[in-house]
Each structure stands twice: as C-alpha cells, then as structure tokens.
C-alpha cells in the first residue's frame, strides 16, 4: 500500500493462460492479451513490470519479467491516502461504505478508444476507455453534445456522489460516536468526583 494511490474502482482482471497463475478473474467483456504486444513485435521493451492486464506476467520461465498478477482496473475516485489525518479515508471505512447497500453502481457501457504513454518515468502504456461516440462534432463546434454523453456522464457523477455521501455519512457516524464516547466519559468522570 502506497500513500496518495489509493483509489475506488472496478477491477478489469483477467485469467489467462498467458498471465500470472494467481490472476482472478473479475470481468469476460475485455480481453486485453488481444490488443497487447507479449511478444514485443511492436513494443520495443517493457520495464520489469512488463505487462500488467491479460493475466499479468508469469514470470520465469515463461517470461524475464516479474511476476505480477493482473491489475487492469477503471479509477472511479481517487482516495489518495488510507491516513484520515491527511486528509484520507481509512480502508476499514472504505470497505464499511462498500459493504452498507448505499453505493449503487449501475451498468456502465465504455468502448477502448485509445493506447496512451502515461507521463511516469518509464512510461506505462494505458488503455483509454471512453462513452461512445468518442469525440463531439468537430466540423461544427457548436453542435451540442450527444443525448448519451449527457446520460452516461450523468451516471457517472451519480456514482461519484453516491459514493461521497456514503464516506461522509459514515464520517458523520463515526464523529457522532466519537462525540457520545467523549460525553459518557465525561459523565463517568463526574459520577467518580461525586
């Protein structure tokens, strides 16, 4: 666990015969071992990650890269940190949130539209996923935007906003507890002096 990595997102994981034998599978819509490159035709070289989608990488003998389980995930928030003293949102609460029926994340329809270079030093290559169609009108910039970004858009604020008001009721709870223990000690305190 690293601090200012953690985020909120559905996992793309991938089971394949290709990848890392540890992998779960966590969806069967994307394949990513058909848009990648295990056997470097087009990729000059990888890190020593190598690739983490498609299964991951097995490591040796099947590969000289590390082993490393699949990874592949859409970000829906950024967490930043588990430290609620910078500002974070612990993994327990994270997880009691989850678990408390007040997140509903509906169905989602994306297409990859894109393969990236992310600015890190080496660069990672990402799959771009975005509504269909992928680009507005650009002979008439005026043109209003689709009638589905407006609903797929709209969804996923939805998701965003269901899931800040579960962290901050939560927050709530949890400060409201806090304030109860506080008073009953206190009181305790006072009945002790009596």
């Not at 994981?13 to 087009?42: C, I, M």
């Not at 290559?125 to 169609?133: A, G, K, S, T």
């Not at 304030?179 to 009181?187: A, E, I, Q």
Request: glycine share 6%.
């Amino acid at each position: 666990m690293v601090d200012g990595l953690a985020f909120l997102g559905l996992s793309l994981s991938r089971k394949s015969e290709e990848g890392h034998p540890d992998t779960v599978t966590r969806q069967t819509a994307f394949d990513l071992n058909e848009v990648q490159d295990r056997d470097y035709k087009y990729v000059l070289s990888t890190n020593d990650d190598g690739w983490l989608v498609g299964g991951g990488e097995p490591g040796p003998p099947k590969s000289y890269k590390l082993p490393a389980k699949d990874s592949a995930h859409v970000e829906i928030m950024r967490i930043g940190t588990y430290r609620p003293e910078w500002g974070g949102v612990s993994q327990d609460d994270i997880i009691r949130a989850m678990n408390s029926g007040r997140i509903l994340i509906p169905q989602i329809e994306v297409v990859p539209t894109a393969v990236v270079a992310n600015p890190d030093a080496p660069p990672e290559l990402e799959i771009r996923f975005d509504m269909d169609p992928s680009i507005p009108d650009f002979d008439d910039m005026d043109a209003p935007l689709p009638e589905e970004w407006d609903e797929k858009a709209s969804t996923w604020k939805y998701v965003g906003n269901t899931v800040d008001e579960a962290l901050l009721l939560l927050k709530k709870r949890k400060s409201n507890d806090e304030n109860d223990l506080l008073t009953k000690r206190s009181m305790d305190v006072d009945n002790d002096a009596e």
